[in-house]
Structures are given as structure tokens and as C-alpha cells.
């Protein structure tokens, strides 16, 4: 009895197994939002989307999870990466410092919660310049690239495409956030 009283104090069980069910299903749609390829100029996924909602739809916390299980199944080999892969390969290989930018994206969400609404997409902004910053460095050590070459590589070509991706979370995710907390 003692067990069931603790859990109560912390978060209701029903309240818990509704938690790690938004969280795998956010990771689900990390996964899909990855294998989403939009092609143009330098073609790109909707991985950052899938980011951005499952953040402003789950919060700091449980869309770190999120993102942090879905970094997980792709390491341990699960194919839940862009081009329908995964594998430790994927993350220390030259772009595997965006993913784990995705995680750190969600880290300055989780810190900016505690300033109010009104920070959301400012922090999301913050989240995706950090994302930017690891993922380029990381690009640079791997590639032997100079900064400024893969800026103009893996950034720039990307700014617009994750402004107008950031716009339509924000737009769904004042949408659904109601639903999901009904």
C-alpha cells in the first residue's frame, strides 16, 4: 500500500501510462517526420517538424523523452533516421551531430518552460540555433570542412524550410495542445 501511495504523490498511474503514451507516440512521429523527404534545392525532411511539435505538444520534459527515445531506437539500429536508417553509425557519422542537436533543442525548451508561454517559439528558435551550432561542429570534425564551407552546406540551405516547419508546429500545436490535455 505503501508503494501505490508514493506513486500518487509524484503522478497518478493513469496520469504516468498517458505520459508514456504521448511519449512513444511522439517518437513514432520523429520517426515517420524523418523518413519525410521534401525534395528541393538541397532536399530536406520534416525531422525538425516532428521536433518542434512534439515539444510544444508534450512539453519540456516528456518531449525531451521523446526525442531522447527516438535517438535510442536509431542507435541501437532501429531504421527511425532519414533514408530509413539507423545504427551508432548514423550518429557519429557527419550529420549525427543534428541529431543529437534535436535532444538539445529539446533541453532549451525544457529550461525556457520555466519563463511561460510566451518563450516557446523564442526557445524553439534558441533550440534550433543550438542544433545548428553542434551540427555543424560536429559536421566540421568528421568532414575536415572548414566552418564557414558547412555553414553554407548544412545551414543556410535549411533556414527557410525550418522557419516555415517551425510556423506550422506552432500553428498545429496551438491546435491540438487542447485536445491532448483534455
Known amino acids: 500500500m505503501a508503494q ?18 504521448h511519449i512513444a507516440v511522439a517518437a513514432a512521429l520523429l520517426a515517420v517526420c524523418s523518413w519525410l523527404t521534401i525534395p528541393f534545392t538541397v532536399p530536406f525532411t520534416m ?10 505538444l508534450l512539453g519540456g520534459r516528456d518531449g525531451t523523452i521523446a526525442i531522447g527515445v527516438y535517438i535510442l531506437l536509431g542507435a541501437v539500429g532501429v531504421p527511425v ?3 530509413f536508417t539507423g ?4 550518429i557519429i557519422g557527419a550529420t549525427g551531430g543534428y541529431i543529437a542537436g534535436f535532444l538539445a533543442t529539446g533541453g532549451v525548451y525544457w529550461l525556457a518552460e520555466r519563463l511561460g508561454k510566451r518563450w ?4 524553439l528558435v534558441a533550440g534550433l ?5 553542434l ?13 564557414a564551407a558547412a555553414l553554407m552546406l548544412c545551414v543556410v540551405p535549411f533556414l527557410l524550410p ?18 491532448l490535455n483534455r
Not at 120 to 123: A, C, E
Open 4 to 21: 501505490s501511495t508514493q506513486t500518487t504523490k509524484h503522478m497518478r498511474p493513469a496520469s504516468a501510462v498517458r505520459s508514456m503514451a
Open 47 to 56: 525531422q525538425t517538424f516532428a521536433v518542434f511539435l512534439t515539444l510544444l
Open 81 to 83: 533516421f532519414s533514408g
Open 87 to 90: 545504427g551508432i553509425s548514423r
Open 120 to 123: 516557446r517559439i523564442p526557445s
Open 129 to 133: 540555433a543550438v542544433c545548428y551550432t
Open 135 to 147: 551540427g555543424t561542429l560536429w559536421f566540421c570534425y568528421v568532414t575536415g570542412t572548414g566552418f
Open 162 to 179: 525550418d522557419a516555415v516547419k517551425l510556423i506550422l508546429a506552432a500553428l498545429l500545436g496551438a491546435r491540438l495542445r487542447p485536445v
